[in-house]
């Protein structure tokens, strides 16, 4: 039987550096390695849940996947909640943009933007999540909350990036819009931190986009690529993220 899994295959890279990201910042436990594998069933369940939710009668055999992936989510899952009692506002905060990118799948707009943008919210939560357990806290802190936002910002920029090459080729609007978006990046860090470093410690962090800012600015307006280029620029992109932004947060 052929396994199910998520035919995007940028989304394996979204859900696993936030979850580095976390894990090598805050400090590996055992304990990650059920996050780990929690977080990946729940990942895998989504798919058929939605693609079953989408047209029941043509995709029977997709609901016992969910299940089967679900249950392996709960069995990896609940001791973590059982021991870290602030996962569950993570949990429940991933769940939400599940049922928003349900929603737009039933609705047959799921190759909108802000789908993509609450997609990419809810596996970042999965850095908080990481940092949670490896530094052992019961309490929320702005660290846990830049460990979300650091790859929620990269990734925004990819879906930007990528579609200025195939939903928006030729959208000199967009084209823009992604341009732009690229410079706040840089310049954010470095101006919050200067501004707020009691808050917001980390000047360096503009250095893990920089990658990403390059990329962008230095692809031609309406260039073709092929769908494997792209994929292999975006892993690129995101090790070199994952390496700095580990840096730049952890010093």
């Not at 890279?13 to 976390?22: D, E, N, R, T, W």
């Not at 059982?82 to 991933?94: D, E, M, N, Q, R």
């Not at 390496?243 to 730049?248: D, E, L, P, T, W």
Request: proline share 5%.
């Amino acid at each position: 039987m052929k396994l199910v899994l998520p035919r995007e295959h940028g989304s394996w890279g979204i859900l696993f550096a936030p979850l580095l990201v976390g894990t090598i910042v805050a400090g590996a436990g055992w304990a990650h390695l059920l996050l780990f594998s929690g977080a990946l069933a729940a990942f895998l369940a989504a798919h058929p849940l939605i693609l079953w939710l989408k047209n029941p009668q043509k995709h029977k055999a997709m609901l016992r996947w969910t299940i089967g992936y679900g249950v392996a989510a709960l069995l990896f899952g609940l001791p973590l909640l059982y021991a870290y009692h602030p996962l569950f506002w993570v949990v429940a905060g991933a769940g939400l943009t599940l049922l928003l990118n349900i929603w737009f799948a039933v609705t047959k707009r799921e190759r909108h933007l802000f789908n993509d943008i609450v997609a990419i919210g809810g596996l970042s939560l999965g850095g908080v999540a990481a940092y949670l357990i490896g530094a052992g806290t019961q309490m929320w802190s702005f660290e846990a909350l830049w460990i979300a936002c650091a790859p929620l910002l990269l990734f925004i920029g990819s879906a930007l990036h990528v579609k200025t090459m195939i939903r928006e080729k030729g959208n000199l609007r967009f084209k823009r819009l992604a341009a732009g978006y690229h410079l706040l990046l840089l310049v954010a860090p470095m101006l919050t931190a200067a501004l707020w470093p009691d808050v917001f410690p980390y000047p360096w962090l503009w250095l893990a986009y920089l990658v990403s800012a390059l990329r962008t600015w230095l692809t031609p307006f309406g260039a073709t690529r092929r769908p494997l280029t792209i994929g292999l620029i975006e892993i690129g992109n995101t090790v070199w993220f994952v390496i700095v932004a580990c840096i730049a947060l952890g010093s």
